[in-house]
């Protein structure tokens, strides 16, 4: 069982960029997948998550309206796309997967999460 994260780099604020989350060994569609980050002395924050029921979404206050997650089940792969890059959201961002269907604010829980990607890191700068 594996998480692979990708798509991480360096933008300018007022960037974009698409992270990806591909999953080997499981099938996203009977867990929920959440991205996280962390940023240098910071804690782990939540950033969003996503039911592999039906889709349904949930973000985190700092990233709402700005981000959106999605889901292809065909490549066993979740998306953050990421727009309006503030330099706030510079950090090391981890998909998980947590086993079961979780929505809300719960679903950004940490404790939930049995699995969890290597991280890709993300910096906004001018």
């Known amino acids: 069982v594996q998480l692979q994260a990708s798509g991480g780099g360096t933008v300018q604020p007022g960037g974009s960029l698409r992270l990806s989350c591909t999953a080997s060994?499981?099938?996203?569609?009977?867990?929920?997948i959440a991205w996280f980050r962390q940023a240098p002395g910071e804690e782990r924050e939540g950033v969003s998550c996503?039911?592999?029921?039906?889709?349904?979404?949930y973000y985190a206050d700092s990233v709402k309206g700005r981000h959106t997650i999605s889901g292809d089940t065909g490549k066993n792969t979740v998306y953050l796309q990421m727009n309006s890059l503030k330099p706030e959201d510079t950090a090391v961002y981890y998909c998980?997967?947590?086993?079961?269907?979780?929505?809300?604010?719960?679903?950004?829980?940490?404790?939930?999460?049995?699995?969890w990607g290597q991280g890709t890191e993300v910096t906004v700068s001018s």
């Open positions: 996503i039911s592999g029921r039906d889709g349904s979404s």
């Open positions: 998980a997967s947590a086993p079961g269907y979780y929505s809300g604010e719960y679903c950004l829980m940490g404790q939930l999460y049995t699995f």
């Open positions: 060994g499981f099938t996203l569609d009977v867990y929920t």
